[in-house]
């Protein structure tokens, strides 16, 4: 079943439910704290706070989502991407846990010729909250296995906002792949073996000082309790598709075959190189989807991401031996296989493709100018049995214009550490001198402005406000 079917099943189960399908939002977030849209429910919030009425109580929505958080785990877990999409449905106030669970035990245990994704029922665990004994009886009541339960406590299973506001518990469903993946015993015994697909949370309680997951208050029942669900796409996709991870995917692995052909190499043959095709796999797409929401590569924040993502991109393929230009080889081809879910990225493409190239080729001249000063700190380092100093990691930031990141992450390839410690006080020190030589500047200004106030004080005054400040503002 391809990754779309899998979508449209979802939300086309959850429309017959009476929910109202709505689209995916941004991927740039509307909450400020956060740069990105980490989950399905991150545009619903005003919703599930009650500050807004929703368009209908029920609704379900195929949300993008990027998770930084997850960027080292690409391509070694076989369930981490930066870009994913999260399948939703949510109740404001109108159905709770009882329609939740059996909502979700159907869809996934349905037949395939029946419009369900036909999960046998014997792969399927559940997780519930320590205090969640309803939730258990309906699980059970549904045909869940009682030995396919197990019992988790606050840090995994109950969540929150992180602030005052909604929380309640969850439950959580895993596919279990087989002992060929490691060790019996459930999720709690083994998270490869068994694949989190579904997250359903209950939000029942009004909660406050949460401090912590493990030390907060519960004010009280929540008057409107919501449903509030996230289920992992590519997840769901690659168990289905009997792919070994989500990077095999129809949506990821013709971006790997396309690496494959620039760099001579076969996937599946040797590890350490399987991860680089599985990070390029994840990181083009990331990239592609950011871009489509409007981000640009920059020095900071959203823009800062996305760079990262396309030199992971580029270093990756030169570890697999590429010399030449690799995004146009690449990008064309995540387009190619995202263009159906996502149509609006013909609109945007030729305007993606000069950014990335343009980043493609700036970044090329960085790493010709830096690799080889690298190189030679890097030895010294293994050497003398060391770390890379601060101050060769400093004089790559600052004259080579290599990141810190870049820094550590190609030191790391050659298993040598770097002082970071000292490469932050380097820069500490950079900045304060800056601040101390612009401070010296101002007073000289300052002193001239002054006189010249002075002197446009005993000279008769035009005012001339309103057609400076219009001419400043354009
Ligand atoms: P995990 O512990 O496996 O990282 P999570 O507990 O962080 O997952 P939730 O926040 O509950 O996940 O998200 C709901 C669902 O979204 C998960 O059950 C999973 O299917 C999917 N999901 C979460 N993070 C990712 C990711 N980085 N890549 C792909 N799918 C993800």
Not at 24 to 51: K, W
């Amino acid at each position: 079943m391809r990754t779309s079917e899998i979508a449209n099943r979802y939300t086309g189960y959850f429309e017959k439910q009476g929910h109202l399908v709505l689209p995916s939002a941004s991927l740039i977030s509307p909450n400020p704290t956060t740069l990105f849209t980490i989950a399905g429910m991150v545009p619903f919030v005003p919703y599930l706070l009650g500050e807004q009425t929703p368009p209908k109580t029920r609704v379900t929505s195929n949300q993008k989502c990027v998770r930084t958080l997850d960027i080292d785990e690409v391509g070694k877990t076989t369930r981490h991407g930066t870009f994913f999409q999260m399948l939703g449905n949510f109740s404001f106030g109108d159905y709770f846990k009882e329609e939740a669970i059996h909502y979700a035990w159907e869809l996934l245990t349905k037949p395939q010729s029946e419009g369900g994704y036909g999960f046998d029922t014997e792969k399927l665990w559940v997780t519930t909250f320590t205090d969640d004994e309803e939730a258990r009886a309906i699980w059970r009541n549904e045909g869940m296995d009682p030995e396919h339960m197990q019992v988790m406590g606050m840090e995994d299973n109950f969540w929150t906002m992180g602030g005052p506001g909604p929380g309640g518990p969850c439950s959580e469903i895993y596919v279990d792949r087989g002992p060929q993946y490691g060790k019996e015993g459930g999720p709690i015994a083994d998270e490869n073996r068994y694949t989190e697909i579904w997250d359903l949370v209950f939000e029942n309680y009004e909660v406050d000082n949460v401090k912590s997951k493990t030390d907060l208050h519960i004010v009280g029942e929540l008057a409107n309790k919501n449903i509030d669900t996230g289920m992992g796409l590519e997840r769901v996709a690659y168990l289905l598709q009997g792919k070994e991870n989500i990077y095999e995917t129809d949506e990821m692995f013709p971006v790997i075959q396309a690496a494959e052909k620039l760099s001579g190499l076969t996937y599946g043959e040797k590890e350490e190189d399987d991860v680089r095709f599985r990070v390029v796999a994840d990181h083009v797409r990331s990239a592609l989807m950011i871009m489509s929401d409007g981000v640009r590569p920059s020095n900071e924040g959203r823009g800062y991401v996305l760079r990262r993502l396309l030199r992971r991109t580029m270093r990756s393929m030169k570890m697999l031996g590429v010399q030449e230009e690799v995004l146009p080889e690449l990008l064309p081809v995540s387009k190619s296989v995202m263009n159906a879910s996502y149509p609006e990225l013909n609109d945007s493409f030729a305007d993606i493709e000069n950014a990335a190239y343009g980043e493609e080729d700036a970044f090329r001249r960085t790493l010709d100018n830096g690799t080889t000063i690298l190189d030679v700190a890097v030895n010294k380092a293994k050497a003398s049995g060391s770390a890379v100093s601060g101050a060769d990691a400093f004089a790559l930031h600052d004259t080579y214009g290599f990141p810190i990141e870049l820094t550590l992450e190609m030191a790391s390839e050659q298993g040598v550490q770097v002082d970071e410690d000292a490469f932050r006080s380097l820069m500490a020190e950079q900045k304060a001198r800056a601040r101390a030589d612009a401070l010296k500047k101002r007073g000289n200004v300052d002193l001239s402005v002054y006189d010249d106030v002075k002197k446009s004080l005993e000279a008769p005054i035009d005012f001339l406000g309103y057609t400076d400040m219009s001419s400043r503002s354009r």
